[in-house]
C-alpha cells in the first residue's frame, strides 16, 4: 500500500464476530497487529465500529431485533444490515461495543478516524415493519402530535373513516388494501429517518468522549430513506462510496443507448452530483470517498470492467470536487463469500490488479500537484430529503423520481460547463450565489423563500405543492410572495408523450397548468404556460427535456450574468480557485479548448 | 351545485367514523345540517351506507374480520375495503347500521335515494383467504353438493389423488404447488360472488323496509369478480364508476399506440360498453353513472387531463345510452389524504375546475332538449359473469380474457355502427333482436339454446366448451341442436402468430379445430374452417382481428336484415327512438354524414 | 392401443387415493382388472409408485410434512408435490405404499417395470425451507463438516461477521437482507439434492427386494436441482418427459424470432441434448421417453398444436439417440381437473386425436426397421449438475445460465452434424473420444483433469474458477497442468454488447480476462485472448455467439481429425452403427444430401 502511495486504511467495519467471538469475550490480538504492521508502514487508520454486522449470537439475546419487510417477513441473518433501527436492545448494544472500542483506541495516536457502521440504508434496510418499529412510531407519533385528534386532522383521517381513537391504534403504513393514507405513508418515513440519526448518535456519543479524532460516515450512493443531512450534522466529515458502472446499471434511470455509451465508465454526473452532496453534508465541506470502484464489482445486474483511465478520472474528479481522501474497496479481492466476485486493487492471488497502476500513478500525480484550493460555485442546488419521501409516497405518475428530476437539473448545468453547490433545504445565506435551483421542493421551509431573493432562482414543479404533513395547501403553492402563479392542475405522461414547447424542447412525465399575472417566459406549442417569472424569481411547469434543460440553463445563467459554455457529450468541467479541470467519459478522445483529451481522460489547466 | 345545474347529491358514503365516533354513540347533527343546506338549495339525496370502510373500533371486536390475500397476508386497517364479505359479525354489524340510518332517514323526504356500501370488489377484495372464507366455503360446499363422494366426481378429484373424505378438508385454492384444481377454483369464485351478494343482502333487507326510496349500488369499472346481475335483482337501480382515462392506462389491453392516440379521451367503446351492461343490471333498464371523471385522477399509473370537450361528451354519451344521472366525483378536490390528487369540479381552493363549465352547459343542454326515449336495439350481446370466472380459471394461454374477447366484440359493432343491448345468460326471450352474439359463453345455461332460435346468432369461440363444474362435456362442445359441430382441439397463440383468414383477417390468441357437417363460411389460409354455420346459427372457431370482426359483424348483419356503416376511427353512434348521437372521440375535427363534428364533439340528429 | 402398435403401458402413479382409500384399507380390485384387461391386449405394464401425490389424510398424520416455499409459505394440497423431501415421516411412508405394491406385484410377470414417483423436482419442488429442512441441513451439515470451526473457514464465514458458533444457529439461506453467502447456498442446493436421493433410495431398496423387474424414474425436461446421475445411479433404466412445443415457450433461452420459427416443433436442440443426456443417466445407457407430447399441452404459456408429422419426428428421433421406448402422454384426454386441456392420442370423448395416426405410423415403421444399433460418438460433452447449482448462486451477470451454455454448446456440436455423447463430470476413461468439451465446468473433479489428456478438449469459461465450497481457488483458475493460463478478471455484459473477434462472431454475457504463456488461437478485436491452448487442450474465455461457436467447433474438431458438416438451418443428423437419420425441424422441405426432407420429416440412410 505504502508503495503504490496509499496513506489511509480502513479496517474492522465488519469484524464484531472476531473482536467479540463470545458475548463479553474480547479478542483485540489480531486486530492490534494489524494496527502495529500498517501504522510502522506509514498508513493512517480509520478503525470501523463493527455495528453493521452483529453476529449471529446476538440474535439470542434479542430474537426481536430483525428488521421485517413491508410484507412482514424477517430479514433473516447471513447477510448484513439485518438488524432494525428501532430495536432498543441492540441500539445499546451497539453503543456498548463503540464504547468498548473507544476506550481500546480512542486515544491511540495510530488510529487517525472513527467510521461508525457501514452504508446506514443500504438494501433498502431504513423502513422495517417489525413490532419494535412499530411501537416506536407510535411513541414518534405522540410526541409529535401530542393527542390523536391532532393526528387525525394532521392527516385528514376523516377521509375513508380513518380516525384513530388512540395512538396504540395506529399501525404501520404496510398491507394496506390500496394506499395508504400518505400522510400516514410520510410520517413513517419522517420517523424511520429518525430512527436511523437516533440510532446513529448512541455511537457518535459514545466516541465523543472518547476520543479526539474526526467521526465519519460512509453513505451508499443513492441511498435516500434516510436524512444525509441530519446524520452528517453529529459527525465531522462526511464519505461515500462510488461505485460508477454499478451505479450506471442498478441506480440510473437512463435510455438504453445510454447505458451502453457509459457501460464501462460509468455516468458522467452521477459522481459529480454525489461529490458536490456529500461535501454540502460534511461539516465545513469535509468529504472523502471512502470507496472507490477499482474494478469488476459482483452486485450490479452486469459487471463490466472499467475503460483503462477511469479509476484514475474517478479519483481525480473526486479531487476537483474536493475530497480529502479517496480510498479504495478493496485492497485484495477476497477469495471467499458474498463478494469473492468484487475486484480489489490486488487479486486473490495476491497479484496486483489493473486498477493499482492507475491509483498508483494519481498518487504520484497528487504529489506533485500543489494543493486544490476550493471557491464557492456560482451555482447553487437545493437538494431535500424530505421531498424525495413525499414524492415516492405520492408520485402522482409511474416512476416520477425526485432523484431523477434532480439529477437531470444537475445534468442539465454541468453540460452548460457550470460547477456547482448543493445545499440543503435548511440554508438560509444564499449570498454569493447567483443562479439558484429548486426543482421539485415538496415545502419550502419557513426562511428559505427570504433567502432566495437576491439570485436568479427557479423554482418548481411541484414547488410548495405540499404541507410538511402532505396535503395539499390553501393558498394553493406555490404561493411565493412576488410571484403570482398558482398551479391549478397536474398531469402525469407516460414516457412515449411529450408536451412540445415553442422554440424546442419538451415537457415530458410532469405537466402543471398555471394561473396568474406572472409573466410566461416559454409557453407549450398549445399556448401552455412552462415557465413564468416575475423579477428574478421563475417557476417552472414541469419536467422538461435535456433540450428544453439546455434552454432554461443557459437563459437563466445569462439572465444571473453567469458564463456558459456547452460542453461536448461527455466532457464534464469543474472549476476550483486553482485549476480547472476537464474528465473526458467518452471511450474516444475529444478535442477540447485547444487540448484533446483521451479516452477516459483527464486535463487540467492551472487558474 | 344548483347554479351549475346540478340536481343529484351523494352524501354519506365512507362516514361512519363520523355517524358513530364510539361504539353505539351515534352523531347525526352534521349529517342533518348537509341534509338541510343541500335539500334547502333544491338538490335531491342519495344518502350511501357506509360500510365500505369500517372504522378502526370494528377490528377490537373482529380481529378476524380482515380479508386475507392469496398469499395469506392480512390486508389491513388503513384504507378502505378491508372487510372480509364472509364475516358474520361483519355483515350483521353492517346490516345493524344500515337499520339506524334507515330508522332515521329512511322516510325522510329529502332522501331520494340509498347507495349500498361503494364499489364492491373495487381493489381485488371479493375473493378473500380468511379462516372466515373458508369455513364459510365448507359449508357453502356442503349445501352444494351434499355428500363428499358427490364433490369429488363433481370435480373429477380422482385425479392426482385429490378426493377428499370431508368437507371440513376442503382448503381454499390458494398457495397451491401447481395450479389447483380448475373446479375447486371455480367454486371457489362461485362462492365468492355469492358472499357478496349475501352480504349485500342484509343491508337491502335492512332498507326495504324503512324506506320507498330506490336502492342502488355503485359498480366500478371492469370489476369481474362478482355477479353484477345478481347484486342488481335486489336493487332497483344500477349504477357505475366511470373512469375513461383511468381505465384506458389501467385496464385495457390495447396497443401503445391506441393508448396514445386516445391519452386524454379514454378508449371509445369502453364507457359504452359499461352503460349498455348496467342498463342490463338494473332494474326494468334503470341505471345511472354515480361517479363520473371531471378531470385527472390520482390513481392511474398515469393522470392526464381530459382534452377540453371529454366531460362534456362522456355526460353526453351516458345519456344517450339511458343513463338518468351523471354524477360526478366529486364536487370539490379534497386536499388530504389518499386522493388529494383527484380533480373535483371545483379545485382544493374551492375555485371552478375545468369540468364544471363542462358540466354547466351539459346541464344547459340537457333543460332544453325533449327527452330521450330509448327503443329496443336490433343487435344483443350476452355477458355471462360465470364465463368470466371460468376462463380466468383456466385461461388456456396467456392473457386469455373473456372480458377482452366480449370488448372486442362490441366495439367490432359500434365501428359498424350499431346500437346495442347487453343481456344476461339467464334471457330466455330475445324476440325483436335481429342479431345475437355470445363470444367466449362457457357454458350455455339450459333454456338459452331455445332463445337463440330465431335471430341470427353468432356463438363461439369456447362456447358451451365446459360444463358448470369445468370438466369437458360429453358429448363435446358446442353440442347445439342444428348445428353439427365439434371442437376436437384448441391452439393458443403468442401475440406475435395468427392463422390468416381467406379474404383477410386472422384469427390470433385462440384458435379452434372444428369437425362436423355445418357449412364452412370462413376458412383460413391453410383450409381451416373459422366459422361453420347451419342456418342462422353460427359458430366462431377463434378469436378474430379487428379485421375479420369488421367482415363477420357486415356478412352476419346483412343476414340479418342489420343495415351497418363502417364508422370513422374513434367515431360512436348511438340511436335511441328520438335522436342518433354521434360522439368522437378523436383529438382532430371529423367530417360525418354532412357534419364536422369538433375534436371530443358530440353531434344529435333528431330522428 | 395394441392395433395401434403400443407395446408398453404406464399405470397407478398418481392413484394413492384409489389404492389406499382410508388408512390401512387397501382396494385393489380396480387395478387388478386395469392389469388383467391391459395384459390381455398384450401390453407390457409399467406400475408407478404413486408417492408424487399423496393424498389429503396424510396431512393429518404429518400437518409438517408440507414443503415451504423460500418465502416460508407452505405450499399447500390441491394440486401435487406437496411434501417435502426432508420429512421423514413421509419418506417413510413413501417406503411402505412401494412395499406394499411390491409386495402384491413385485413378481407379477405382467409387471414388467415400475416407475418411481413423478417427475421429482417439477414445478420448483427440490428445495423446500421447512422446518423439516432445517433440521435435516443442520445434520447434513455437522456430517460434512464435522465441527462447526470448519465450517467457518471453509464458507469464509469470516466476512461479515457470519461465523456460527454451532451448527444449530445455521438457518436455510432464505430471507437474507441482501443475498447470503454463496458457500451457504451451495451447500444447502448440494443437501437438497442429497435429500432428494435419501427420499428415492427409501423406495428403491423397498422395491429392490421385491422384484426383478427395471426400476425408473421420468425426469422431467430441464429441472435441474437435484443430480440426476445420483437418483440414476440406483435405477436400471433412465426416462424422461419430453414435451419440446411446452419447453420451447417455457424453458428456453432464445429469440422471439426463434420461438416463432419453432413455435409448431419445438427447438430443434432441446430433445437431442435430453436424449443424450439420459442415455448418460441410465445405467448402461439404457433409457426411455416416458411421456411425449402427442398434441397442445395445457401447461405453457401458449399452446399450439404440433405441425403434422412432429410426433412422429420426435419418436424416430428418440430411438435414433437410443431410446428403447417412446412413451406417450396420456393415452385419452381427462376431461376433468388440471390437465383437461392437455391432449392424448384419444380425444376425451374417445375418437382418434391427430397424434395416434402418427404413432401408429411410427410402430409400424419400427416393426419394419432392422434394430438401431448405437456407437460411441466422436465427441463427448460434460455435464455437471453442481455446476448448474454453483452458477445459479453465483451468476455474476444477470441471467447467466449453465445450461443455456450447455445447449449452447451442444447446438454448435449440432449444427455442424455432429453426434455426442454426453457424460457426467465423475467420467475417468474418455478413451474414444477424439473432441471433448466442457465449458462452465465449476470445479474440476480429482482425475477428470488426467482424463482429458488424449482428446482435443476445450474447457472454459469458468472452468475450475471455483472450490467445491465455491470460493476462489488458490492458485486461481484453471490451474490446469500442461496449460500456462490463469483468468485474472472477469466481466459480464448486457445482452446488447458483445466483444467482436477477429475473423467473425464475438463473445457476449461473459468475458474473461487471460494471462498466461499459452498460445493464443482466438482473439478479440481489441487483442484480448479469447481461446489459448497447450496442444490438445483449449481454454475459452467467455461465452460465444454462434457464429463463434461453429468456427471453434470447425477448427477444434479438425485438429481432433473429426469429420464436420454445416448442417442447414433446423436440420438435425444424428448417426448410429447401422444407419444415419436427419431431423427436418422446419415448416418447410429441405434439400439435404440428395433427399428432399418434408416439412416435420425424417429420413435415413442405412450405414
Tied chains: 1, 2, 3.
Excluded at 297 to 315: E, H, I, K, Q, Y
Aim: glycine content about 8%; proline content about 7%; hydrophobic content about 40%.
Amino acid at each position: 500500500m505504502a508503495e503504490a502511495g496509499i496513506s489511509w486504511v480502513r479496517i474492522g467495519e465488519f469484524a464484531w464476530s472476531r473482536l467479540e467471538p463470545s458475548a463479553g469475550v474480547f479478542t483485540f490480538d489480531w486486530l492490534d497487529r494489524a494496527i502495529e504492521v500498517l501504522s510502522n508502514a506509514g498508513l493512517k487508520i480509520i478503525l470501523g465500529t463493527p455495528t453493521c454486522t452483529p453476529p449471529r449470537r446476538m440474535l439470542e439475546q434479542f430474537p426481536d431485533m430483525l428488521a421485517l419487510d413491508a410484507q412482514g417477513q424477517p430479514r433473516k441473518f447471513g447477510a448484513r444490515r439485518h438488524y432494525c433501527f428501532s430495536h432498543a436492545g441492540y441500539r445499546a448494544a451497539s453503543g456498548r461495543i463503540a464504547e468498548i472500542l473507544g476506550d481500546r483506541y480512542g486515544r491511540d495516536t495510530r488510529i487517525h478516524g472513527w467510521q461508525i457502521d457501514n452504508e446506514y440504508g443500504c438494501h433498502d434496510t431504513v423502513l422495517s415493519y417489525s413490532d419494535a418499529a412499530r411501537d416506536a412510531f407510535r411513541d414518534w407519533l405522540a410526541a409529535r402530535y401530542v393527542t390523536v385528534e391532532a393526528l387525525n386532522a394532521a392527516w385528514g383521517n376523516v377521509f375513508w373513516s380513518m380516525e384513530y381513537g388512540d395512538f396504540d391504534e395506529i399501525d404501520l403504513p404496510n398491507l394496506t388494501v390500496t394506499q395508504p393514507n400518505p400522510s400516514h405513508e410520510l410520517a413513517f418515513r419522517r420517523f424511520s429517518s429518525d430512527q436511523v440519526v437516533r440510532y446513529h448518535e448512541v455511537q457518535v456519543a459514545a466516541l465523543r468522549v472518547r476520543t479526539d479524532r474526526p467521526l465519519i460516515h460512509n453513505y451508499m450512493g443513492r441511498v435516500l430513506d434516510f436524512d444525509h443531512f441530519e446524520v452528517g450534522a453529529a459527525l465531522d466529515i462526511a464519505s461515500w462510496d462510488s461505485y460508477p458502472i454499478g451505479f450506471l446499471s442498478d441506480r440510473l434511470e437512463a435510455s438504453a443507448a445510454h447505458k451502453i455509451r457509459y457501460l464501462q465508465q460509468g455516468d458522467p454526473d452521477m459522481q459529480g452530483f454525489h461529490h458536490d452532496l456529500y461535501r454540502a453534508v460534511g461539516k465545513e465541506g469535509r468529504w472523502w470517498v471512502m470507496e472507490q470502484q477499482p474494478g469488476p464489482v459482483n452486485w450490479a445486474p452486469f459487471n463490466p470492467a472499467p475503460l483503462p483511465g477511469m479509476v484514475r478520472l474517478w479519483s481525480w474528479e473526486a479531487f476537483a470536487h474536493g475530497a480529502e481522501v479517496v480510498s479504495y474497496f478493496r485492497w485484495r479481492q477476497a477469495p471467499f463469500a458474498q463478494e469473492q466476485m468484487h475486484a480489489g486493487l490486488r487479486r486473490p492471488d495476491d497479484a496486483p490488479a489493473p486498477g493499482l497502476a492507475e491509483v498508483t500513478q494519481v498518487a504520484r500525480e497528487i504529489a506533485q500537484m500543489p494543493d486544490i484550493a476550493l471557491q464557492q460555485a456560482e451555482v447553487a442546488l437545493i437538494f431535500d430529503y424530505p421531498s424525495e419521501w413525499a414524492w415516492t409516497t405520492l408520485p402522482q405518475g409511474q416512476g416520477f423520481s425526485y432523484f431523477a428530476l434532480m439529477l437531470d437539473a444537475y445534468r442539465a448545468l454541468r453540460a452548460q460547463g457550470l460547477s456547482i453547490d448543493i445545499l440543503p433545504s435548511t440554508v438560509r445565506d444564499l449570498s454569493g450565489y447567483r443562479l439558484v435551483l429548486a426543482p421539485g421542493l415538496a415545502t419550502l421551509p419557513d426562511g428559505l423563500e427570504a433567502a432566495l431573493t437576491g439570485a436568479v432562482t427557479l423554482i418548481g414543479p411541484r414547488a410548495n405543492a405540499v404541507t410538511p404533513e402532505i396535503s395539499i395547501p390553501l393558498p394553493m403553492g406555490p404561493n411565493l410572495a412576488g410571484l403570482d402563479v398558482t398551479v391549478t392542475q397536474v398531469e402525469t405522461l407516460p414516457p412515449q408523450i411529450a408536451r412540445t414547447v415553442k422554440g424546442g424542447g419538451a415537457l415530458h412525465h410532469w405537466v402543471e397548468t398555471l394561473e396568474g399575472t406572472a409573466q410566461t417566459s416559454y409557453e407549450t406549442d398549445n399556448g401552455q404556460a412552462v415557465v413564468k417569472h416575475t423579477g428574478n424569481l421563475h417557476y417552472l411547469a414541469g419536467w422538461p427535456d435535456a433540450t428544453l434543460w439546455a434552454r432554461l440553463v443557459a437563459d437563466l445563467a445569462k439572465q444571473a450574468g453567469v458564463n456558459t459554455r456547452e460542453m461536448p457529450e461527455g466532457v464534464r468541467l469543474r472549476a476550483t480557485q486553482t485549476h480547472v479541470f476537464a474528465f473526458n467519459y467518452n471511450a474516444e478522445a475529444v478535442a477540447f479548448d485547444g487540448v484533446t483529451i483521451p479516452p477516459a481522460g483527464v486535463h487540467w489547466w492551472p487558474v
